[in-house]
């Protein structure tokens, strides 16, 4: 194979492709985990209404695949008519649900102890929920939100459908042009395993870094016995 050919598809992928996916994904990743730490508390105090709410959507949204969400995106909201915010529209509505029930679950994994030890020495509930009961919730669920994130990015290969060019669209119009399926699907294949690799290896480490963190602190006398 010519390689200044293989380059020139390396490059192309690259800027064409890796560049809007990245663009993509750091919006909808924010807007998800806002509307997960969010949801998750609502859940997890059992907030009259809109836990009911809640549950309703996630039921929704764990119901239908994301091409679906994606089509509601694009053609009903106002912002859909661009398919960049379709896009972030879709992957953050959909990722959210998922996002809620992982940082539910986090919560109630704490310990009830915990809690008990926090109200016995004289700490209030927002106290509580802000010095113990969360940090610990997003240490336990750090690396399925790291695992979600992985999700995400694959989500996005789905996005060319409606307009928006991100590298399996750039893929396939170099594929129509230069009749190369094999190198260029592959080389699509490896960025995708090269991104979510070094998510991985960054979620490992800041899952590392937050557990020795929270072992270094000063305890609050009471806490080790509660767990």
Not at 14 to 24: S, T, Y
Not at 51 to 76: E, K
Request: hydrophobic share 60%; glycine share 8%.
């Amino acid at each position: 194979m010519n390689v200044t050919v293989q380059l020139n598809i390396l490059r192309l992928l690259l800027l064409g492709g890796v560049v809007p996916l990245l663009a993509l994904v750091p919006l909808a990743l924010v807007l998800s985990l806002v509307i997960g730490v969010l949801g998750g508390a609502i859940r997890f105090l059992r907030v009259p209404v809109l836990d009911q709410i809640l549950a309703v959507y996630i039921g929704i949204m764990r119901g239908m695949p994301i091409l679906i969400v994606l089509f509601i995106a694009y053609y009903v909201f106002p912002l859909g008519s661009d398919p960049f915010w379709a896009a972030t529209i879709a992957l953050f509505l959909y990722n959210g649900a998922y996002m809620i029930e992982i940082v539910r679950g986090g919560l109630e994994a704490v310990p009830a102890g915990q809690r008990e030890a926090a109200s016995a020495l004289g700490l209030s509930f927002w106290q509580t929920v802000r010095l113990v009961i969360l940090p610990q919730a997003m240490l336990i669920v750090a690396p399925a939100i790291v695992g979600q994130l992985v999700i995400l990015i694959k989500e996005t290969a789905v996005m060319s459908v409606i307009g928006y060019v991100e590298i399996t669209r750039t893929g396939v119009d170099l594929m129509q042009t230069l009749f190369m399926p094999l190198p260029i699907f592959g080389y699509i294949a490896l960025y995708y395993f090269a991104i979510c690799h070094v998510l991985k290896i960054v979620g490992d480490r800041l899952e590392c870094a937050a557990r020795e963190r929270m072992q270094r602190r000063v305890s609050l006398p009471g806490f080790a016995d509660a767990q």
